[in-house]
């Protein structure tokens, strides 16, 4: 139904918009829960234990990444559970491909939250830098519009910088289109593992190890 049902508006096409715009920006608010994390770690010695044990960054950095990667993946599938149940979003002619698109996306925000926690080194950094990366990537993306499609044509093709456009994209093809291009969704899901792997090798060659 076009514009829904009840108070809720329940079933409205808005929903297959909405829902995927706040969970992508969502996803990224662990920037936030991850670099608080470091610091806190720093602050009360647990890191320097860390590093005196046998352990090398990247299974440090790992370690960090596992909890909260099942976190943004736990989150994920509630807001489309919820999404469904609650307003009735429809989930599209493909919807075990959303579990895909839920993952890579965790897994480009887990990268981009490790990236800020390593370079933060106090809360009042996090706070600074992670706000300003997810309100403005959230922005520029077209999350805060809800329809990318209200975006000029150059301010679509510039938002593919981001993990975020990527992302929609692909929920795009899943949630709004009956016959969904999978070479889009495939292609997305394809650059949110390359932004991913690439924020984590960034944050592993970033993390200072006080015996380095």
Not at 64 to 93: E, N, T
Not at 105 to 119: K, Q, R, Y
Not at 146 to 159: H, I, K, N, V, Y
Request: charged share 15%; net charge neutral; aromatic share 12%.
């Amino acid at each position: 139904r076009e514009d829904g049902s009840g108070w809720l508006k329940y079933g409205g096409n808005r929903y297959q918009l909405l829902v995927p715009s706040y969970l992508v920006m969502f996803a990224f608010f662990l920037i936030l829960t991850m670099g608080w994390l470091f610091v806190a770690e720093r602050r009360q010695g647990t890191m320097k234990r860390l590093i005196v044990a046998p352990l090398t960054k990247a299974e440090i950095l790992l370690g960090k990444m596992i909890p909260c990667l099942l976190l943004s993946l736990f989150q994920g599938g509630f807001l489309l559970i919820a999404g469904k149940v609650i307003f009735g979003m429809d989930l599209g002619a493909a919807p075990y491909w959303l579990i895909a698109v839920v993952a890579a996306t965790s897994f480009a925000a887990i990268g981009l939250a490790m990236l800020t926690a390593v370079v933060a080194r106090t809360e009042s950094q996090v706070a600074i830098y992670g706000t300003l990366l997810v309100l403005v990537l959230a922005g520029l993306s077209g999350c805060l519009m809800g329809d990318r499609a209200f975006m000029p044509e150059t301010m679509r093709q510039l938002s593919r910088v981001t993990p975020h456009a990527w992302a929609l994209d692909a929920y795009l093809q899943l949630l709004t289109n009956p016959t969904p291009d999978m070479d889009t969704v495939h292609r997305a899901i394809g650059m949110l593992c390359v932004f991913g792997a690439g924020f984590l090798i960034v944050a592993w060659w970033w993390l200072k190890l006080e015996d380095d």
